[in-house]
């Protein structure tokens, strides 16, 4: 997979601007606030991932503006060309076309042209809500399996549908409500035990990659350990529902499925998130970023091109090289604010960003 050339038109700070990448690695340098993240973000939405900092669809639109455009090419599966296209309104659904081809949601996009983000962000994996853990593992199946991007949007909207319910229900499941919540109780647990199996599954193949990563990145001995954590217990997730009803009704929400799930991290056996240092959460959430990253490489046959947002920042100079020295080949994308880049950082090409402007050279 390669990204070739990026255009942009009122995508964040950026008015209009055009730029190309190398096939090897790319350094995007600038002072802080001047875009740079903003670039690898359009790279990394092209890509299928959203914003990998988390923000909506709208924060991307350059303030002011109604609308804002990403035309990313490249080379996709089989090195064959792409073309994506993104419009994003403020007030109509976004526009999103795959070699001229009109695709309907976002989640088309994936795999297309695949990437895999690094971010500053990404520390929240192991220090923030379960929720982050539940996205990453949701976008870790998408990536290696474009079609299991359907699992959590079916289960959002079973959920919305049934949440809904539960509040109308006031408390008291009466004949209609019994029968209607059945209905929603039988998609639910469908898509619930499925997405759990393949979550656990998922991350059974990953953990050993997940440990490895995070032994050669920290230089440590400690082992990191990751574990499933269910809402309900071994059975199906009907005999759950069933017997929180009551509890369901009472509180009108959803209390157990695969929306209360959770991964539990660990190094050295104490827990990750309350326990490991910044240096040790910040190369734990790489090593996650990594194993998702070698498993789409095993089981589709590409190499995403790896999208590193000011990763180096905040690793001791050992670990920043032990990163650059772990990361899979192919093209690469970087940014740093930083003067200096680590002496095993040696870009084919670099791009200088700075007052809403890019200008490229090697
Ligand atoms: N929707 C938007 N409209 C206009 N400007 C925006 C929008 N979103 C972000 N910006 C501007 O983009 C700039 C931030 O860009 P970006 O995050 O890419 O900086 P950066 O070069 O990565 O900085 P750092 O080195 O601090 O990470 C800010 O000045 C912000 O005000
Ligand atoms: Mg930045």
Request: aromatic content about 4%.
């Amino acid at each position: 997979m390669r990204v070739c050339s990026l255009s942009l038109r009122d995508f964040r700070s950026y008015t209009e601007i055009e730029v190309d990448f190398s096939a090897g690695l790319t350094a995007i340098v600038g002072p802080n606030g001047q875009g740079k993240t903003n670039l690898l973000e359009a790279v990394g939405f092209a890509a299928g991932l959203g914003s990998f900092r988390g923000a909506g669809d709208t924060a991307l639109i350059r303030d002011g503006e109604p609308s804002a455009v990403i035309r990313c090419s490249g080379l996709g599966a089989g090195e064959r060309d792409v073309l994506i296209e993104v419009e994003l309104a403020r007030t109509r659904p976004n526009r999103m076309k795959v070699n001229q081809q009109p695709v309907a949601r976002r989640r088309d996009l994936i795999g297309v042209l695949s990437a895999t983000a690094f971010s500053p962000e990404d520390l929240e994996l192991v220090k923030g809500e379960p929720a982050l853990r539940r996205r990453w593992m949701d976008d870790a199946l998408a990536a290696v399996r474009p079609s299991w991007a359907a699992l959590r949007s079916d289960l959002d909207r079973i959920l919305r549908q049934r949440n809904t319910l539960l509040r109308q229900a006031q408390g008291r499941a009466s004949g209609d409500v019994a029968v209607t919540l059945d209905v929603w109780d039988a998609k639910l647990a469908a898509v619930g035990d499925e997405l759990r199996e393949r979550r656990r599954d998922l991350l059974a193949a990953m953990e050993p990659e997940i440990r490895r990563h995070y032994r050669h990145i920290s230089q440590d001995h400690d082992d990191a350990d990751v574990v499933y954590v269910s809402s309900w217990d071994e059975g199906a997730l009907a005999d759950a529902l069933a017997a929180t009803r009551t509890e369901d009704l009472r509180r009108s929400t959803s209390t157990v499925g695969p929306h209360r799930d959770d991964v539990a991290l660990k190094i050295g056996g104490l827990p990750a998130r309350s326990h490991a240092s910044q240096g040790e959460q910040r190369s734990l959430a790489l090593a996650l970023r990594l194993a998702v990253d070698g498993e789409v490489r095993a089981r589709r046959g590409v190499a995403p091109v790896l999208l590193l947002d000011d990763v180096f920042s905040e690793l001791d100079a050992g670990r920043a090289a032990a990163l650059l020295e772990t990361l899979p080949p192919g093209q690469r994308i970087l940014t740093t604010a930083s003067p200096v880049l680590p002496a095993s950082v040696r870009p084919d090409e670099l791009i200088r960003v700075g007052d809403g402007t890019v200008s490229s050279g090697p």
